[in-house]
T-cell receptor, first 114, second 114 residues
Framework: DQQVKQNSPSLSVQEGRISILNCDYT??????FLWYKKYPAEGPTFLIS?????DKNEDGRFTVFLNKSAKHLSLHIVPSQPGDSAVYFC?????????????FGKGTLLTVNP | ETGVTQTPRHLVMGMTNKKSLKCEQH?????MYWYKQSAKKPLELMFV???????ENNSVPSRFSPECPNSSHLFLHLHTLQPEDSALYLC?????????????FGQGTRLTVV
């Protein structure tokens, strides 16, 4: 029973265009959401996060949008660059003393073509 | 250079072997974690240590035995594993367990049980 779902295993975009990675969750207790990026043979690296009190967080080329009513978040990368090619994991945690427990999705492989 | 270092990077072991995975973090964090990533599955939290004390055991079989001698080091002792235990084992750390937190991951140990 997956609480965090990334329904697209892969996504391919052209360099310079926008990449949109999607994530859905089922646990209404989740109140903090994170995106991680993973290159082959490396561990995941933290990219950007958003608290449930916000609906948007922006950091350079990366923006995360949160739609609480739909239990949906998305990561926008614009413009996309070939170096962005990696697996992107969505993760979520709940408050109430369990903030450290990250529940991950299966990941989406993003390929940015030159 | 990552702040979280795992050794070895790759490990092949027989089902009757005993081996240990090592993790070291240079970030001054107080919480450390073991995660498991099996093929086509999300990252799964295995164990959590906070200030050297185990605070979470996510129903992990006893053939996996963690050890945390200090806040900077974390081990995972392996004994009589099964082929289905083959996976990527990731160590992570975070400042502590309080509040929304980003975990910083090591590069992982790719374990193959034969």
């Amino acid at each position: 029973d997956q609480q965090v779902k990334q329904n697209s295993p892969s996504l391919s975009v052209q360099e310079g265009r926008i990449s949109i990675l999607n994530c859905d969750y089922t646990n209404s207790m989740f109140d903090y959401f994170l995106w991680y990026k993973k290159y082959p043979a490396e561990g995941p690296t933290f990219l950007i996060s958003i608290s449930s009190i916000k609906d948007k967080n922006e950091d350079g080329r990366f923006t995360v949008f949160l739609n609480k009513s739909a239990k949906h978040l998305s990561l926008h990368i614009v413009p996309s660059q070939p170096g962005d090619s990696a697996v992107y994991f969505c993760a979520a945690s709940a408050g109430g003393g369990s903030n450290y427990k990250l529940t991950f999705g299966k990941g989406t492989l993003l390929t940015v073509n030159p | 250079e990552t702040g979280v270092t795992q050794t070895p990077r790759h490990l092949v072991m027989g089902m009757t072997n005993k081996k240990s995975l090592k993790c070291e973090q240079h970030l001054g964090h107080n919480a450390m974690y073991w995660y498991k990533q099996s093929a086509k599955k999300p990252l799964e939290l295995m164990f959590v240590y906070n200030f050297k004390e185990q605070t979470e055991n996510n129903s992990v079989p006893s053939r996996f035995s963690p050890e945390c001698p200090n806040s900077s080091h974390l081990f995972l002792h392996l004994h009589t594993l099964q082929p289905e235990d083959s996976a990527l084992y990731l160590c992570a750390s975070s400042q502590d367990l309080a509040g929304p937190t980003e975990a910083f991951f090591g590069q992982g140990t790719r374990l193959t049980v034969v």
